[in-house]
């Protein structure tokens, strides 16, 4: 069964870093370009970052570009994304998912992407 979990989420104040993992469970990451979603309430899904499969090439929304960095652990079947330097506006529920490619049009384009896991809470409060 083709599994995706995020984890690490929760409530941080401004300026603050979160650290979110995607564990597969029934594939193999490293075949998979890597996309990381995020979805406030009454707003639309939006791309934040994504990791190819193949090269291993990177994207970044603007939104996040200097403050997240995906990366990915193959041995560990994970990707994670690191986030520093938080602001509210930050808050959201965040996905990940695994589809066939990474780039700046497949952020702005979720369908590309195949499977999804269940989201993990991000809240930037003070």
């Known amino acids: 069964q083709v599994q995706l979990v995020e984890s690490g989420g929760g409530l941080v104040q401004p300026g603050g870093s979160l650290r979110l993992s995607c564990a597969a469970s029934?594939?193999?990451?490293?075949?998979?370009?890597i996309g990381w979603f995020r979805q406030a309430p009454g707003k639309e899904r939006e791309g934040v970052s994504c990791?190819?499969?193949?090269?291993?090439?990177?994207d970044y929304a603007d939104s996040v570009k200097g403050r997240f960095t995906i990366s990915r652990d193959n041995a560990k079947n994970t990707v994670y994304l690191q986030m520093n330097s938080l602001k509210p506006e930050d808050t959201a529920v965040y996905y990940c998912?695994?589809?066939?490619?990474?780039?700046?049009?497949?952020?702005?384009?979720?369908?590309?992407?195949?499977?999804w896991g269940q989201g993990t809470q991000v809240t930037v409060s003070s």
């Open positions: 998912a695994a589809g066939a490619l990474c780039g700046a049009y497949h952020l702005r384009h979720p369908g590309w992407y195949d499977y």
């Open positions: 029934g594939f193999t990451l490293r075949y998979y370009a």
């Open positions: 990791i190819s499969s193949s090269d291993g090439s990177l």
